[in-house]
């Protein structure tokens, strides 16, 4: 009977520190994660500066680096674009070949507008992608524009305004590349026109914040 009851006791103690481990270290199959934990894999990138699209110049953006990019750059994620080449009407697209852009250089990125109007302080406080879980389904679009029903970027924009937040999965990079998904959320800072008048003239930047461990968490 002794042996039995440390038996008993034994294989209560094995499964209430497996049970906690789990709790603690666990993700369920959506990549979202219960709790956070201290290597959440979270990176911010507080600003990155793009030129409007103007030839091969430096309008693309690297999400994973979070690095400025050429138009034509190898490890492009998306580029900043305008309607019509205009000057006004932008958004983002994905970086590598979808329907038309059989030639384009880069990997494919997809979309998705979570909120239609948020400040920066706003922004800071998103924890999650608002998605019961992440798959292809949760991202439509190749672009921030979904044919012009999420609208655009406007331009000037100042950093007090209130902006889009889109999420994004790098679709190509995290299959090709990186060997596991990468999520992320991203919203237009603010836009200065360098060259009134001219096109090419408008820089414009963007706070991003990628989860390199696959998780649907984004709290810096």
């Given amino acids: 009977m002794k042996f039995l009851s440390k038996f008993k006791f034994l294989f209560a103690f094995v499964f209430a520190v497996g049970f906690s481990f789990s709790i603690l270290n666990g993700c369920d199959d959506s990549g979202n994660i219960p709790t956070p934990i201290s290597d ?3 990176v911010r990138f507080d600003s ?8 091969n110049n430096n309008c ?4 994973y680096n979070g690095t400025t990019v050429l138009r034509d750059g190898a490890l492009k994620d998306a580029e900043l ?12 697209v994905s970086g590598g070949a979808y329907l038309d852009q059989l030639s384009a250089l880069g990997y494919i990125t997809r979309f998705n507008r979570i909120y239609s109007s948020m400040t920066m302080d706003q922004f800071d406080t ?14 439509t679009e190749f672009n921030t524009h979904a044919g012009g029903v999420w609208g655009y970027f406007s331009a000037p924009m100042l950093l007090s305004d209130s902006k889009p937040v889109y ?6 990079k995290s299959s090709d590349f990186i060997g596991r998904n990468i999520y992320g959320i991203i919203i237009p800072r603010e836009a200065t ?3 009134p008048g001219i096109i090419g003239g408008y820089r414009m930047s963007f706070e991003v914040r990628i989860n390199t461990k696959g998780y649907n968490y984004f709290k810096p």
Wanted: hydrophobic share 40%; net charge negative.
């Fill in 40 to 42: 959440s894999g979270v």
């Fill in 48 to 55: 990155i500066g793009v030129l409007e699209k103007f030839g």
């Fill in 60 to 63: 693309g953006l690297n999400l």
């Fill in 81 to 92: 674009s305008d309607t019509n080449s205009s000057g006004t009407g932008f958004y983002l």
């Fill in 126 to 139: 998103i924890t999650v992608i608002p998605a019961g879980t992440l798959d292809s389904l949760d991202f």
């Fill in 193 to 195: 026109d360098n060259a």
């Fill in 167 to 172: 999420s994004f999965w790098l679709k190509q």
